[in-house]
């Protein structure tokens, strides 16, 4: 089955620093998300990116699809940023999500 | 609802009992998946719907794991003869089908003494 790994995993930011999260996979894939699980473990939707670059407040991400890697940006970073950042793909002709290893990310005061 | 809901959020049971987790999507949504978080990990599949047929359940781990959806929307997980590794976080997620973006729910955190 596909790969999905994302590094680093592990990140610690002072707040207002900016950080950019990896995720590689090694299959062309139909969907690409980004998630934050925050501390109280909801799973919260960042981007839905198969391909190409979006922003959302201090957010954002871009996949390069044809070289198979996704990019999180997070940008003058805040408390509440913490928590584990997770990136997950459909591949092949299934529905399927596969999760990769995941960032877990704290940002201090 | 304004989002995917799971019920209940907590559930303690003994080893040996059987338990049954309810997901409500998203109003609309056609498609239904089941996953499973271990502690430190992400979600792995297990199953998902299109409608109430039943599509892919190849990440069910063994017999004791069985899913319906009757009519097409709430959906419900059950496992019969828990055993102590079946404690994990368990979600739904839905969407409106293929490779469309999939919104979770809060999870039913199960532990199985």
């Known amino acids: 089955g596909i790969q999905v790994e994302q590094s680093p995993p592990d990140l610690i930011l002072q707040e207002g620093a900016n950080s950019t999260l990896r995720c590689n996979f090694s299959d062309s894939v139909n969907n690409l998300q980004w998630f934050h699980q925050n501390p109280w473990g909801q799973l919260i939707n960042l981007f839905y990116?198969?391909?190409g670059t979006k922003q959302n407040g201090r957010l954002s991400a871009t996949t390069v699809a044809t070289e198979r890697y996704s990019l999180l940006y997070i940008s003058s970073s805040q408390t509440t940023d913490s928590g584990v950042y997770f990136c997950a793909v459909v591949t092949g002709g299934g529905n399927k999500l596969t999760f990769g290893t995941g960032t877990q990310l704290k940002v201090e005061l | 609802g304004a989002g995917v809901s799971q019920s209940p959020r907590y559930k303690v049971t003994k080893r040996g009992q059987d338990v049954a987790l309810r997901c409500d999507p998203i109003s609309g949504h056609v498609s239904l998946y089941w996953y499973r978080q271990a502690l430190g990990q992400g979600p792995e599949f297990l199953t998902y719907?299109?409608?109430?047929?039943?599509?892919?359940k190849s990440g069910l781990p063994n017999d004791r794991f069985s899913a319906e959806r009757p009519e097409g929307s709430i959906s419900t997980l059950t496992i019969q003869r828990t055993e102590q590794r079946d404690s994990a976080m368990y979600r739904c997620a839905s969407s409106f089908g293929g490779p469309a973006e999939q919104f979770f729910g809060p999870g039913t955190r199960l532990t199985v003494l």
């Open positions: 990116i198969p391909s």
């Open positions: 719907f299109n409608y109430e047929a039943q599509q892919d």
